[in-house]
Every structure is written in C-alpha cells, then in structure tokens.
C-alpha cells in the first residue's frame, strides 16, 4: 500500500517562500507521475501542478506558473513543491498524490479521478 506524507507547510508573510515534501513509501514511486493540488477553505480541491515519472514533463496550472515548481528525487522516494512570491489567496491545505498510470508522459493531470494515493494534507498560510 503506497503512503504519502507531506510536510514543509506552515505561516509565512506575503512575497515568501516555502517547499513542500511528498515521502513516498509501499510502491515504486520512481514509475508514477506526482500531482500537487490544494484546497481552500469553503472551495473545492483544485490542481496545481504534476510531474511525469521521469521528471521529464512538468505542468501547472495558469494562477502558479512562474511562482511554483515541481520536482522529484526518486532515489529519495520524494516529490517537492517549491512555492516563490506567495499570495494570500494561495492559503489552503495542500496534497500530493500518486498518478494511477505507469510510465505516463501524458494527460489529464488535473483530474483528480487519475490519482489513486493521497497524502493527508499540509496547511500553508500566507498573511497580507
């Protein structure tokens, strides 16, 4: 049974930076693309970004790009979330999840139905 544990959460002013870590234990991580998603409070879970297997393809969504990136160590078992020029309205609980198909270079990354692993969340806050 894969397990994810995500860290590296916590409160930081406005314009800061945090990274988050995934731990990946019980599967081969190094086979499976990684997706960071978030949700607000009273909104719904949204993606954020992913990253193929390899490491070799990395996506994000619009409101992220140029401010977040993803990236992965698989000698580590462990996918990251650098966060740059922090707003706000970037405040949410924060997940990682685990794609469900082998060796994907390619799609949907954003639905959350094609992650079968989660993590239990890490609470970032960004004051004004």
């Known amino acids: 049974q894969v397990q994810l544990v995500e860290s590296g959460g916590g409160l930081v002013q406005a314009g800061g930076s945090l990274r988050l870590s995934c731990a990946a234990s019980?599967?081969?991580?190094?086979?499976?693309?990684m997706g960071w998603f978030r949700q607000a409070p009273g909104k719904e879970r949204e993606y954020v970004a992913a990253?193929?297997?390899?490491?070799?393809?990395?996506y994000y969504t619009d409101d992220v790009k140029g401010r977040f990136t993803i990236s992965r160590d698989n000698a580590k078992n462990t996918a990251y979330l650098q966060m740059n020029s922090l707003k706000p309205e970037d405040t949410a609980v924060f997940y990682c999840?685990?794609?469900?198909?082998?060796?994907?270079?390619?799609?949907?990354?954003?639905?959350?139905?094609?992650?079968?692993?989660w993590g239990q969340g890490t609470q970032v806050t960004v004051s004004s």
């Open positions: 019980g599967g081969t991580f190094g086979r499976y693309g």
């Open positions: 990253i193929t297997w390899s490491g070799g393809y990395r």
């Open positions: 999840a685990q794609h469900k198909y082998y060796m994907a270079n390619y799609g949907t990354w954003e639905r959350q139905d094609d992650y079968d692993y």
